[in-house]
Antibody, heavy 121, light 108 residues
Framework: EVQLLESGGGLVQPGGSLRLSCEASGFTFSSYAMSWVRQAPGKGLEWVSG????????YFADSVKGRFTISRDNSKNTLYLQMNSLRAEDTAVYYCAKVRGSSRVNAFDIWGQGTMVTVSS | SYVLTQPPSVSVAPGQTARITCGGN??????VHWYQQKPGQAPVLVVY???DRPSGIPERFSGSNSGNTATLTISRVEAGDEGDFYCQVWDSSSDHYVFGTGTTVTVL
C-alpha cells in the first residue's frame, strides 16, 4: 500500500525551529518529486515547498523562503522540512504529498495524514 | 503571482449537478487538478490533468478547462460528496504550485 507518514510536529515558541519528517512506503520514493503543503486552522491549502526526485532541485513559497529548507534521504525513503525562525502565522497542519509523475505540472496523488505545528509563546 | 479564484460555497440538492469553477488568467493553457477534503481528513485527488480521474473516483466527477475557467462537475450528487474542493496548478513562471481559494459543497 502506498503510504506517507508525517511526524515531528508540536508546540514551538516564536523564533524557534522544528524539523518535520515524512516516511514513504509502497512506491519507488526516489522516482517522484515531493512537496509539503500546509493548512492553517479554518483556512485553505497553501503549498510550502517542493523537491525533485533526486533532491537536486528545490522550490519554496515566498512566505517561507529563507526560513525553511526541504531535503530528502532516498536511502531512507524520507522527506524532511527544516523550519527555522518560526512565526505565529506558520501554525498549521503540514501535509507531505507525492507528485503523481515525473513532471512538476502533475497532481499530488498521495497525501499523508498531516502533522500539526503550533507556534506560540 | 498566479491567483486561482473559486466561489466560497456551492449548495446542491441530492441527485442534482454541482459545478465548481476555478478562475485564473489563461488557465486553459495549464493542467488543472482538483482535490476533495472532508473535515479532519487529508485532501484526496478527484480529477487530474483537467479531466482524468484516479482509480476509485466515481465517474460522477468530471472536469473541463478552457480559456480563463476550469470547472469540476459532480453529477447525481450524493450526501457523501460534501466537503471542501480545491483546484491546483503548477505556475511555471514562478516555479510555484498554486491552490485555489476553496469551495465548500453542501448537499441540501
Amino acid at each position: 500500500e502506498v503510504q506517507l507518514l508525517e511526524s515531528g510536529g508540536g508546540l514551538v515558541q516564536p523564533g524557534g525551529s522544528l524539523r518535520l519528517s515524512c516516511e514513504a512506503s509502497g512506491f519507488t520514493f526516489s522516482s517522484y518529486a515531493m512537496s509539503w503543503v500546509r493548512q492553517a486552522p479554518g483556512k485553505g491549502l497553501e503549498w510550502v515547498s517542493g523537491i525533485s526526485g533526486s533532491g537536486g532541485s528545490t522550490y519554496f513559497a515566498d512566505s517561507v523562503k529563507g526560513r525553511f529548507t526541504i531535503s530528502r534521504d532516498n536511502s531512507k525513503n524520507t522527506l524532511y522540512l527544516q523550519m527555522n525562525s518560526l512565526r505565529a502565522e506558520d501554525t498549521a497542519v503540514y501535509y507531505c504529498a507525492k507528485v503523481r509523475g515525473s513532471s512538476r505540472v502533475n497532481a499530488f496523488d498521495i497525501w499523508g495524514q498531516g502533522t500539526m505545528v503550533t507556534v506560540s509563546s | 503571482s498566479y491567483v486561482l479564484t473559486q466561489p466560497p460555497s456551492v449548495s446542491v440538492a441530492p441527485g442534482q449537478t454541482a459545478r465548481i469553477t476555478c478562475g485564473g488568467n489563461n488557465i486553459g493553457s495549464k493542467s488543472v487538478h482538483w482535490y476533495q477534503q472532508k473535515p479532519g481528513q487529508a485532501p484526496v485527488l478527484v480529477v487530474y490533468d483537467d479531466s482524468d480521474r484516479p482509480s476509485g473516483i466515481p465517474e460522477r466527477f468530471s472536469g473541463s478547462n478552457s480559456g480563463n475557467t476550469a470547472t469540476l462537475t459532480i453529477s447525481r450528487v450524493e450526501a457523501g460528496d460534501e466537503g471542501d474542493f480545491y483546484c491546483q496548478v503548477w505556475d511555471s513562471s514562478s516555479d510555484h504550485y498554486v491552490f485555489g481559494t476553496g469551495t465548500t459543497v453542501t448537499v441540501l
